[in-house]
C-alpha cells in the first residue's frame, strides 16, 4: 500500500466539512429568500449600520493588535532572559488560563471594571476615581487584549528562543552594542513569530462577538454581533450568510499581506 | 545599575502575568463566597462544590463536554495522524495544496466556520451531539496535523528501511518504527486539541441544537440571569486538576523526555 493513501480519510473529512460548508454558506449567501440569485446580501457590509459594525471591529482588532505587540514583545524577551532550560514553563503559565473556562474569564472582567468592581474598589482607597469603564470601548478593549494576549506572546517567544546565541555573541564580538544587537539582530530574526502572533490576534478579535456581548453592555455591536443576531433573532439566514462571506473576503485579504509561513506556533510544545 | 534593571524586567513580567491571572483568581475566590451577590464577601463556605454535585444539569453539561473534547480528539488525531502521514509523501504541489487547505478551519473567522457547518448540517441532518461532534473534529484535525508534520520531518527514514531490509512488513515496521518517533507529536496534538475542544464555544453554540449543552453554552445561557455560583466551584476544580497534570508531566523529571531531548541534541550535532 502507498503511503500517500492514508490521507484518505483526511482528504474525505476536508472536501465533506471543510470545502462543502464553505460552498453552502457562499450559495446561502447569493439567493435571496425566493431561492433567486442576488448580490444584496453580500453587499449590505456597507449599510450605514453594518459599516459602523465593520468600522468598529476593525479599530478594535487594530488597536489590540498593537497594544498586544507593544505587551508581548518585552514579555517575551524576560521570558527568554529567565534562561530556564525548558521551554516548557513559559507555555505552561500561558496556556494554562485556557482551562479556565472563557466565558466565565469575560464575565470576571466584568465584575472586575465594573462601576463598584474590584478595580474602583482599590483605585478608592488610593483616593482615585471612580472610573466609569464598564459597558464602554475601553472595556472592550481590555478585555480582548486580555483573551488574545497569550497568542501573541507564545509565537514572538518561540521565535525569540530560537535565534542562535552564537548569531548574537558574532554581532557583539564585531562591536554592536545592545540596541545594535536588539534593532539588527534580534527583531529581525524574530519578526516572523510576530507575524505569526498579528495572525492569530488581529483575526479572532476582529470577528469575536462574545466579548462584545459582555464587556459591550448590548451598546457596542461588532460586525460579529450583528451576524450572530442575524441567526439567532433576526432568523434572516442568507443576509447573515452574506455577511459572513464579506467578512470572510475582508479577512483574507488582510491576512494577504501578512501571511506567507504556516503556523507552526500555536503553543503545541506545553504537551 | 544591571540589577535595578533586571529587577524592573521581572517586574514587568509579574504584571503580565498577574494580568492574565487576575480573572482566574477573581473565580476561584468567587467559588468559595457565602453569597450570591458578584461583589460582596460573605465568608468562606464549600457550600458550592457540595451543591455542585447534585446539580444534574450542570453535570450532564460537564459529561458532554468532556464526550465531546475526548472524543473529538481521539478521531481527530487518528485522521490527522495517518493525513499527516500521507500528506508527507505526497508531490510538492499536492502537499502545498493540502496544506493550504488544512490551515482554513486555523484562520477563518470561528463565526463563519460555525456558520458555514450549520448550514451545511441543516441540509442533511438534524443538529445534536453528532454535528457538533463532527464540528469538533473539523477545526481540531489541523492542530494534530501541525503538531505531527515537524516530528515527521526528523524522522530517521533509514531505520525504517533497515527494518524493512531485515524482513519487517510495512505496517509492523510503521508501528515499530515510525510510530515511536512521532509519539510525542502525536500526543501534543491530542492535548491540544482536547483543550480547544474544551475551550470552544463560537462553533458549538452555532452546530449544537435544541437540548445539547456544554459548560460553554450552558454559561453563555445564563448570563442574563446570573451564573450559579456551582459554576464557578466546578471550573476551579477543572483548573486545579489541569494545573498539577501540567505541573506533574512538565516538571517532574522524567526518563523519556529527557533521553529524547538528548537525542535531539546529538542530531544537531552533527
Redesign the interface.
Known amino acids: 500500500m502507498k503511503r500517500k493513501y492514508l490521507s484518505a480519510p483526511y482528504l474525505i473529512w476536508v472536501v465533506g466539512f471543510i470545502l462543502l460548508p464553505l460552498v453552502t454558506i457562499a450559495v446561502s449567501a447569493l439567493m435571496d429568500k425566493n431561492g433567486s440569485f442576488t448580490l444584496e446580501n453580500i453587499l449590505s457590509i456597507i449599510d450605514p449600520i453594518n459599516r459602523q459594525a465593520l468600522l468598529l471591529s476593525l479599530g478594535i482588532a487594530f488597536g489590540c493588535t498593537v497594544i498586544c505587540v507593544l505587551l508581548a514583545y518585552p514579555a517575551a524577551m524576560v521570558l527568554k532572559s529567565l534562561h530556564l532550560d525548558k521551554k516548557g514553563f513559559a507555555i505552561f503559565i500561558l496556556i494554562l488560563p485556557m482551562w479556565m473556562n472563557f466565558i466565565l474569564r469575560i464575565l470576571a472582567w466584568q465584575m472586575i471594571l465594573s462601576n463598584n468592581g474590584v478595580l474602583n474598589l482599590l483605585l478608592g482607597k488610593l483616593g482615585i476615581g471612580p472610573l466609569h469603564i464598564s459597558n464602554s470601548w475601553v472595556a472592550l478593549m481590555i478585555g480582548t487584549v486580555y483573551d488574545f494576549l497569550p497568542f501573541m506572546i507564545l509565537p514572538i517567544f518561540n521565535a525569540i528562543s530560537d535565534i542562535d546565541e552564537d548569531t548574537i555573541e558574532a554581532a557583539r564580538d564585531l562591536g554592536a552594542g545592545s540596541k545594535a544587537v536588539f534593532w539588527k539582530v534580534i527583531l529581525p530574526l524574530s519578526a516572523p513569530g510576530m507575524v505569526s502572533g498579528v495572525i492569530m490576534v488581529f483575526v479572532p478579535a476582529m470577528t469575536s462577538f462574545v466579548i462584545a456581548d459582555i464587556l459591550g453592555g448590548g451598546k457596542l455591536q461588532l460586525i460579529g454581533n450583528i451576524i450572530e443576531q442575524e441567526f439567532t433573532k433576526s432568523m434572516n439566514w442568507h443576509a447573515g450568510s452574506g455577511l459572513s462571506i464579506s467578512l470572510m473576503i475582508f479577512v483574507l485579504v488582510s491576512l494577504a499581506f501578512t501571511m506567507k509561513n504556516d503556523l507552526k506556533d500555536k503553543g503545541t510544545t506545553v504537551w | 545599575m544591571v540589577k535595578l534593571k533586571k529587577a524592573l ?2 517586574g ?2 509579574a504584571l ?2 498577574a ?6 483568581l ?2 476561584i475566590v468567587l467559588s468559595f463566597n457565602n453569597s450570591r451577590s ?2 460582596t464577601w460573605g465568608g468562606f463556605t464549600l457550600d458550592w462544590y457540595v451543591k455542585l454535585f447534585s446539580d444534574s444539569r450542570i453535570l450532564d453539561a460537564l459529561e458532554t463536554t468532556l464526550a465531546l473534547g475526548f472524543g473529538s480528539a481521539a478521531i481527530a488525531t487518528i ?2 495522524t ?9 508531490k510538492k504541489r499536492n502537499y502545498q495544496v ?2 493550504a ?13 460555525g ?6 448540517f441543516v ?1 442533511f441532518m438534524p443538529l445534536g451531539f453528532t454535528s457538533v461532534l ?2 469538533h ?2 477545526f481540531n ?1 489541523p ?1 494534530v ?3 505531527v508534520m ?1 516530528k515527521l520531518r526528523q524522522l530517521n527514514l533509514s531505520v525504517y528501511e533497515a527494518a524493512r531490509d531485515l524482513g519487517a512488513n ?1 505496517s509492523y515496521a510503521f508501528v515499530k518504527i515510525i510510530l515511536p518517533q512521532i509519539w510525542s507529536g502525536i ?6 486539541a482536547l ?1 480547544m475542544s ?2 470552544d ?2 462553533i458549538t453554540y ?1 452546530t449544537k441544537g435544541a437540548g445539547v449543552n456544554t ?2 453554552t450552558m ?2 445561557g445564563e ?1 442574563r440571569k446570573g ?1 450559579k455560583p456551582q ?2 466551584a466546578l ?1 476551579t476544580l ?2 486545579v486538576v ?2 498539577v497534570i ?1 505541573l506533574i ?3 517532574l523529571p522524567d526518563r523519556e523526555k529527557q533521553q529524547a531531548e538528548q537525542s535531539l541534541r546529538e542530531r544537531k550535532a552533527y
Open positions: 524586567c521581572k514587568y513580567l503580565i502575568i494580568f492574565l491571572y487576575l480573572p482566574i477573581m473565580l458578584r461583589v485522521i490527522g495517518l493525513g499527516a502521514v500521507g500528506i508527507q509523501a505526497m493540502v496544506m487547505v488544512t490551515n482554513i478551519p486555523i484562520l477563518n473567522a470561528e463565526i463563519v466556520t456558520i458555514a457547518l450549520m448550514l451545511w441540509r463532527i464540528s473534529v473539523t484535525i492542530y496535523i501541525l503538531s515537524p510495512n500526543l501534543s496534538g491530542f492535548f491540544m483543550t474544551m475551550d464555544f463560537v452555532f459548560l460553554s454559561i453563555y448570563i451564573i459554576m464557578y471550573s477543572i483548573f489541569i494545573f501540567l508531566t512538565n516538571f
